[in-house]
């Protein structure tokens, strides 16, 4: 899909009216990011849907309209953004936890550990009675049963997963339960004054 493809997907969900699609340009060349996805298009036209949804507003508050020109190279930009960033001119830490990652359990199927928190860390060790080093895990996921696993962890309130293909996912009660909520909605909360 183009990103004035995804932009327009995204715009049905929401109540705008669609004639608002005609103030929303995408510029650049044809860039991607190293995917499987199509990230360029999907960056630019969730940036596009933010930036319309903005001039919506603001239209409805002081009758202007503004054109929206998403620039392919600065979304791929923002979204590796965390590559570009500083502290006190030095790159951050490494926000990844050394365990997170994906990991082969005993059945031949693939999790993936998400531990970046550290009761997330300290929950998925415990539960594979092991040291948190990538070594000591892959040891002791090699011993279960993937989905097994995936689902010992969820019971713990753990992030992780079990890799599925897609007709898995989609039989997964999960992917059930989500199938029918739309992609996203706008809900009122209360009544407030304009801001």
């Not at 689902?151 to 992030?159: H, N």
């Not at 897609?166 to 909605?185: G, M, N, S, T």
Request: charge should be negative; hydrophobic fraction near 40%; include cysteine.
């Amino acid at each position: 899909m183009s990103a004035e493809q995804v932009l327009q997907t995204l715009w049905q969900y929401s109540d705008w009216n669609a004639e608002a699609l005609q103030e929303a340009r995408f510029s650049g060349g044809r860039e991607q990011l190293p995917s499987t996805y199509q990230v360029g298009d999907l960056a630019c036209a969730t940036i596009a849907a933010q930036a319309l949804a903005a001039a919506q507003i603001w239209q409805q508050r002081t009758g202007e309209t503004q054109l929206i020109d998403v620039d392919r190279r600065h979304a791929l930009a923002m979204f590796r953004s965390e590559r570009y960033l500083r502290l006190n001119g030095q790159p951050p830490a490494d926000p990844w936890s050394p365990i997170a990652g994906y990991y082969q359990a005993g059945d031949g199927r693939w999790l993936q550990l998400h531990t970046n928190f550290p009761h997330h860390s300290a929950g998925v060790t415990r539960v594979l009675n092991c040291q948190a080093d990538r070594t000591s895990v892959a040891q002791a996921i090699s011993h279960w049963n993937a989905a097994t696993l995936d689902a010992t962890l969820a019971e713990q309130g753990l992030c992780a997963a079990m890799i599925r293909t897609y007709d898995e996912w989609r039989a997964h009660p999960q992917a059930k339960a989500i199938a029918a909520l739309p992609l996203f909605d706008i809900e009122k909360i209360d009544e407030a004054p304009a801001v």
